[in-house]
């Protein structure tokens, strides 16, 4: 046996070693289910001869995939891992519409919008600009989406006046998207899903390819993905699923738990193995974990335990107001770090929303601690990085109409709303992209000469950069080799001039920092071109679905406080974290309806909501290995009112018996400067 399955329990061993048929593991939090996805997969290529080419292995986010591709380069040897593929559900979504463009009806080329690109076309067609009504318009057509509803069947089924709204625009915003050759997050999982069930051949050849399936996380697949998995592992049924029914926390995007009690039946044959040890936390951790979730109905009964000793009790900290709450986990965080001399990135702080981030950040920044947003979505949604993008995607795919728009109008060129909407309808009535229609002579008779000179201008400089960086080339490229993306990328970034614009914009602090994301943007494309050996064409395609979940996929590991929602955390483990926001109102979250759980609602609706919000707080506290602090705040602004504020009632759901030690703030009623003082006093007494 070799020196990895030794290391493993029995029932590890037996998940890893299994190969009659389809396996489920079905274990709670670190109990090693990951590990056994990253075993197996050494296994089949190291023991079973399998060719990596045929093993598909799924995880949930990019970061998630590339901790798995590091652990695996670790026991096999790198020639064997050529074709291996580990990615998520998205990113293998991408992969399969280019290979299959055709039958999809897109051009390889195709843009991949994102949310507020998507968003922008639902406003289009439902010509409103309340965001309230459009967001809730396009979660609504990504639910049905995900659930494989078609435009036709959600007609049928719309009853709430949201409901009919999104179905009144349900196909035209599908064919919008294809007019655009787009498509939107959702269509890379329901596109592939469909044609797999659709087209035979494809299906055959699918089916051919894969030949093991890997799959972490499995409680949060939705129906489509089940489909997809479905299909993709065909008759031969050979696949490993992991997952935790405890830790399903997206039903919001339409994972449905279900797919997990569907899996015994539809696949009879099906092995189901439990993991009981937890080798991640220590005692408390653990079992308030265990006391939380045992208040949730389950599927199926585990029991987790640990070797790794009691550990200190866990911290509940009361706080004044949000701002004490921030400054004050960062005190604690520096001075735990000196007093056990640990790094900065043995530290996470977990929140339940994104916009509890930003005091945070700022507040780190403010104390010199150093810190790095996780799964942070924040910097591709910086205005200044969507801007490049935008030229970016033009570059990719001129059909791109949204991008078109945002690249002619930033900076501004002249070019009025008057003649941008005459360009829109002559592209209408020609049929065409924004792009193409620029030059049609039907765009001169209604566009002023001197508002047409620049967008004609604009649109050659595009074409040549397109044809320089390899796209359309038929000979391959091997004629007139396509130009360098670094050398290319510098002059689209001299030709949008974009320093100058924004300090001619902007006062000079907001333009210097947003200069600086731009760099930071410029310099990881021209790294990553250079590592992959990209064009810019290539690159441009990837840029889309890295925007998607997380930042970039080379990211070093630096020494820093994690900052993340407790969602982008999953799968994750951190030695020691600080829980923040553990309230009534945040942590169960309630939304603008139903603030404090008015006992009008529907109880039974109630009961589900706080049943998945019980499932994260199980999520947040099982990331810690040997020490959590939970702290929650008496006063907490909201829209400038001060709100009171409860302790979560999973605080009392831990069980005081299991360890919890509840504490005042140290620094509760002290300003920032006294606050500051009496942690060099703690500081000093423990030097
Ligand atoms: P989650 O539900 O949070 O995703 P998980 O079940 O996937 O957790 P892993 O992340 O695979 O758990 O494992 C948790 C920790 O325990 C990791 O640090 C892993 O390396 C370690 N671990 C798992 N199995 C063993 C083992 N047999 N011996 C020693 N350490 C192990
Ligand atoms: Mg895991």
């Known amino acids: 046996m070799s020196n990895a399955l030794q290391s493993m329990n029995p029932a ?22 990951t590990r056994v996805i990253t075993q197996k997969i050494a296994y ?39 074709g291996l593929t580990i990615s998520t559900f998205h990113a293998l979504g991408v992969r399969f519409l280019r290979e299959e463009a055709v039958l999809a009806g897109l051009k390889p080329g195709f843009s991949i919008l994102d949310s507020t690109d998507a968003l922008g076309v639902i406003q289009e067609l439902l010509a409103t600009t309340d965001k309230g009504r459009l967001r809730s318009v396009q979660q609504q057509i990504s639910l049905w989406k995900n659930a494989l509803i078609t435009p036709d069947d959600s007609e049928k089924i719309a009853q709430t006046p949201d409901e009919m709204d999104a179905a009144r625009v349900y196909r035209s915003y599908d064919a919008t998207l294809r007019a655009y050759q787009s498509v939107d997050f959702d269509d890379l999982i329901v596109m592939p899903a469909t044609l797999m069930s659709t087209n035979d051949e494809l299906r055959e050849r699918w089916q051919r390819r894969c030949r093991y399936m890997l799959l972490d996380e499995y409680q949060d697949t939705n129906v489509c993905q089940y489909q997809w998995v479905r299909s993709l592992t065909g008759l031969r049924d050979m696949f490993t699923a992991v ?40 005692a408390t951790v653990l079992d308030a974990a265990n006391q939380v979730i045992s208040r949730n109905p389950n599927l199926f009964g585990k029991k987790l335990w640990s070797t790794l000793g009691q550990g200190e009790p866990i911290q509940v900290v009361v706080m004044d107001n949000e701002e004490a709450e921030a400054e004050s986990v960062g005190m604690r965080i520096s001075a735990s770090r000196f007093e056990r001399n640990a790094r900065w990135k043995d530290y996470a702080v977990l929140y339940r929303g ?37 030229y970016l995607r033009i570059v990719a795919n001129e059909e791109d109409d949204p991008a078109f728009i945002r690249a002619v109008t930033t900076p501004k060129r002249g070019v009025g709303q008057a003649s941008l909407t005459a360009l829109g309808d002559t592209a209408t009535q020609l049929n065409c992209s924004l792009f193409d229609a620029v030059h049609d002579e039907l765009a001169a008779t209604r566009i002023a000469p001197r508002q047409l000179e620049p967008l004609k201008v604009f649109v050659d400089f595009i074409r040549n950069i397109q044809w320089r960086s390899g796209r359309g080339r038929t000979d391959g490229g091997a004629a007139t080799p396509a ?47 250079q590592e992959d050996g990209l064009t810019l064409a290539q690159l441009v395609q990837h840029i889309a679905l890295i925007t998607m979940l997380e930042r970039s996929e080379d990211d070093e590991d630096p020494d820093a406080v994690r900052l993340t929602t407790i969602h982008a955390s999953k799968g994750l483990e951190y030695p020691y974290v600080h829980m923040v926001g ?44 040997f020490h959590l602090t939970l702290t929650w705040c008496k006063k907490r602004r909201k829209a400038r009112e001060d709100l009171i504020r409860e302790p979560s009632r999973f605080i009392s759901e831990m069980g005081l018996e299991t360890g919890v030690k509840t504490v005042v703030d140290p620094f509760s009623g002290m300003t920032p400067k006294e606050r500051l003082v009496r942690l060099k006093e703690m500081l000093q007494k423990k030097g």
Request: charged share 30%; with cysteine.
């Open 12 to 33: 590890q061993r037996e998940a890893v070693l299994y190969l009659n048929g389809p396996c489920l593991v079905l274990a709670g939090a670190g109990s090693g289910k």
């Open 44 to 82: 089949l290529i190291n023991e079973c001869g399998y060719d990596a080419r045929g093993i598909i292995a799924l995880t949930f986010t990019n970061k998630a995939a590339r901790e798995m591709a590091e652990r695996i380069q670790q026991s096999v040897e790198k020639k064997r891992l050529k």
């Open 243 to 282: 997952g935790d029914d405890d830790q399903a926390i997206y039903a919001w995007r339409g994972a449905t738990i279900e797919n997990l009690a569907k899996l015994p039946q539809d696949y009879p044959a099906l092995r189901i193995i439990k993991l009981e040890q937890n080798y991640r936390s220590v």
């Open 354 to 390: 994104n916009h509890q981030g930003r005091l945070f950040e700022q507040t780190f920044r403010e104390l010199r601690i150093p810190y790095v947003i996780a799964g942070g979505q924040s910097f591709f949604d910086k205005a200044e990085v969507r801007d490049i993008i935008a």
């Open 483 to 529: 130009e360098g993306a670094t050398e290319l990328l510098d002059e689209l970034m001299k030709y949008i001039d974009y320093e100058r614009y924004l300090y001619d914009t902007q006062e000079e602090r907001a333009a210097q920092s947003r200069w600086q994301n731009v760099l930071e943007l410029t310099n990881w494309l021209k790294r990553k071109a």
């Open 582 to 625: 553990v309230e009534e109102g945040l942590l169960p979250h309630f939304g603008k309806d139903d603030e404090y759980g008015d006992a009008n609602k529907d109880a039974e609706a109630l009961e589900v909501r706080i049943q998945e919000e019980r499932r994260l707080m199980y999520v947040g506290i099982t990331r810690a290995q």
